[in-house]
């Protein structure tokens, strides 16, 4: 049951397509531990409130108008998104699902762009936040979990604020 939530929350993650709230869900199964599932809630909550949307196609297209989401916008839009990409990379999913969980800090960092330029950042995203997030899984020391939540609920603040 894991791995099929995380083969499809991978799927959500990589095409921006379907809901934001059904991706969160996916990657709390997908990390079998109730504290993983809540900062993917949080940090997927903050994308869809920044942008005022649960479409993932919704939250591309604005990121392929406006640009990626850590650096456009507001100062504290700006925050809430590097915070929930944070969160998603430190709170040391389990086994595979850690590569699941960078993507969509990917994601949610520097989504969907149009033409080559903006397409290479998306795909340097994508490899940066799921590399990070193996990196922490394994090197991060226990104190990261606990930052992780406070990550993704001051992702949160920050985006209601926004």
């Known amino acids: 049951m894991r791995t099929v939530a ?7 993650a990589l095409s921006s397509s379907g809901e934001i709230v ?3 869900v996916l990657l709390g199964v997908a ?18 409130l920044r942008w005022g949307t649960t479409s993932l196609d919704a ?4 990121q392929t108008v406006l640009g990626p989401a850590v650096a456009v916008g507001p100062l504290v839009a700006v ?20 590569v699941v969980f960078g993507l969509t800090a990917g994601l949610i960092a ?3 762009s149009g033409g080559p330029g903006p397409v ?26 606990p930052a992780a939540m406070v990550l993704a609920a001051g992702a949160v603040i920050l985006a209601g604020v926004s």
């Open 59 to 62: 939250i591309a297209g604005a």
């Open 110 to 112: 520097a989504g969907p």
């Open 120 to 145: 290479a950042v998306r795909i340097a995203a994508a490899a940066l936040g799921a590399g990070l997030a193996v990196a922490a899984q394994h090197r991060a020391p226990s104190a990261a979990r």
């Open 79 to 98: 925050g809430s998104a590097w915070c929930a990409a944070a969160a998603l990379i430190l709170i040391k999913a389990p086994g595979p699902g850690a």
């Open 6 to 12: 995380g083969v499809g929350a991978a799927v959500l």
């Open 22 to 24: 059904l991706l969160a």
């Open 31 to 48: 990390a079998g531990d109730t504290v993983v599932g809540a900062v993917a809630v949080l940090a997927t909550g903050a994308a869809a």
